[in-house]
């Protein structure tokens, strides 16, 4: 298939068009001026064009003469938030959204699907409810920007595309993301739970999250809202101590305060000391089997490996 993928050269993107292009698909990746394109230097199967993807231009021509699109573009929300910032993490989102769309409806009802990003955040904080694909939204900031994101998203299928929004959990990995971050810590021994440390931490795998768009690509009656999550959530102090425990290093830090969290990264604070239980409902009634559900198989692939 020919794929277009908006965001293909971040963590996960990478990871994701790789693997397509692995699988003998023909990828292209958008990239804005100035941006790096030799991440693929030794991959057959990858292009790219320039332009970008908040701004109408000719990568939407470009695009149209792909069948499948996957949206991952969008500022980075693991930042101190503020009106300027939240402004960027929406504009970066509904822009790009609103004219791959566009781009989508240049096709004139010829098959297409497009994969955009979501994000667990659509459910808000639901404490220890178990959370599937058809649980209402929440009305926070994340969850308000999910719920246009997605709506934005879904005018595609006014032009006759399939659309799936994938709800992604944390995204584990090698390359990036939050356990890059953490693990600088971990191996000094500094890493500790988040507040009270009871909030739950819904994941993925990278390697899950590949095979989960390889089976949705397999699979044409799937459509809607699909969380991408293991079916094992931990809570964030479970996690924090099995990972040390991988690690082999002592974990004897107290608990990161609350309070210091707010001060440090304002609103956004809040929302790490928060959390989802989602579960996997579609996937795994699709048929689709996780290689890595449980949170200390998957460290030890990501960390020892």
Not at 154 to 177: K, M, P, Q, T
Not at 202 to 228: M, T
Request: with cysteine.
């Amino acid at each position: 298939m020919n794929i277009f993928i908006t965001g293909g050269t971040g963590f996960v993107g990478t990871t994701l068009s790789a693997s397509l292009a692995a699988r003998g698909h023909r990828v292209t990746i958008l990239t804005r001026p100035g941006e790096r394109k030799d991440i693929h230097a030794t991959e057959t199967g990858i292009s790219y064009f320039t332009g970008d993807p908040t701004v109408e231009g000719p990568w939407q021509e470009e695009a149209s003469r792909h069948e499948v699109f996957i949206n991952l573009a969008g500022t980075n929300i693991f930042t101190r938030w503020n009106e300027q910032s939240k402004r960027l993490i929406r504009e970066s989102r509904i822009y790009t959204t609103n004219n791959l769309v566009a781009a989508i409806g240049r096709r004139k009802g010829a098959h297409s699907v497009l994969f955009s990003t979501s994000a667990v955040g659509y459910y808000g904080f639901n404490d220890d409810e178990i959370l599937n694909e058809s649980s209402p939204a929440g009305n926070d900031f994340l969850a308000s920007l999910a719920v246009e994101w997605e709506r934005t998203a879904e005018r595609a299928a006014e032009s006759g595309a399939r659309v799936v929004a994938c709800r992604f959990g944390i995204v584990l990995g090698r390359g990036g993301g939050a356990l890059r971050q953490m693990l600088p810590l971990a191996h000094l021994g500094l890493a500790s739970p988040l507040g009270s440390g009871n909030q739950w931490f819904s994941w993925i795998h990278e390697g899950d999250l590949v095979r989960i768009y390889q089976h949705l690509l397999a699979h044409s009656e799937i459509h809607g809202a699909v969380n991408f999550t293991s079916p094992k959530p931990v809570r964030n102090g479970e996690y924090t101590k099995i990972l040390t425990r991988v690690l082999g290093r002592p974990s004897f830090l107290p608990p990161v305060p609350a309070f210091a969290l707010r001060l440090i990264l304002g609103e956004f604070g809040s929302v790490l000391l928060k959390g989802q239980r989602v579960h996997p409902e579609k996937l795994l009634k699709s048929g689709f089997i996780f290689s890595f559900p449980l949170i200390e198989d998957t460290l030890r692939d990501l960390v020892l490996k």
